[in-house]
């Protein structure tokens, strides 16, 4: 039976700024029955999407990146902020309700020709998905599809991958 998410992720009207509400995840993963519905639902939503690879997202898709990558039985890596991972990295600018931000994964990881699926708490405007997915590409990797936790569907971010997307909870705003 599906489970409904809501009544486990807080709500914060005016955070960061005003006009913005923080969808907060923290209550799903306190709670043991709640944060394997969770993963388990993940798993349906990602395993179509026949991934080789799972590039959690800074910070918190790396909360969901790996027990799903451990559950499907393939790899992981981390798409960190700029300055976090060591050696030559590529790196990818993109543009944030209030600033710019920078995106990089290491050169050095195997995904040539695999198939990838981006893992991420949150998809609003699709600025953060969209600088992973170039990074991907940039790697050689295949765009198999991002799964997230909740979707904001009326900033319209899906629009901007051209892939699969697939979201355990959605709210308008």
């Known amino acids: 039976m ?12 005016g955070f960061p700024k ?4 923080f969808y907060d995840i923290s209550p799903i993963l306190e709670d043991k029955v709640i944060v394997k519905a969770a993963m388990s639902a993940l798993c349906d939503l990602a395993q179509p999407m026949k991934p080789d690879v799972i590039a959690g997202i800074d910070a918190r898709g790396f909360l969901f990146a790996l027990p799903l990558a451990m559950e499907l039985d ?22 944030l309700e209030y600033g710019e931000a920078r995106l990089s994964i290491q050169a050095s990881r195997q995904l040539h020709n695999r198939r990838i699926v981006l893992c991420d708490d949150l998809l609003a405007t699709g600025g953060t998905l969209v600088a992973a997915t170039q990074l991907v590409k940039q790697a050689g990797g295949v765009l198999a599809g991002a799964v997230s936790i909740i979707e904001l569907t009326g900033l319209k971010g899906r629009d901007r991958l051209d892939c699969p997307v697939a979201a355990l909870q959605t709210y308008e705003y």
């Open 74 to 95: 393939c790899g992981a890596i981390m798409v960190r902020k700029a300055g976090k991972l060591p050696g030559e990295v590529l790196e990818q600018s993109y543009a």
């Open 2 to 13: 599906p489970v409904n998410f809501d009544s486990f992720i807080s709500k914060t009207p």
């Open 18 to 21: 005003e006009g913005i509400t």
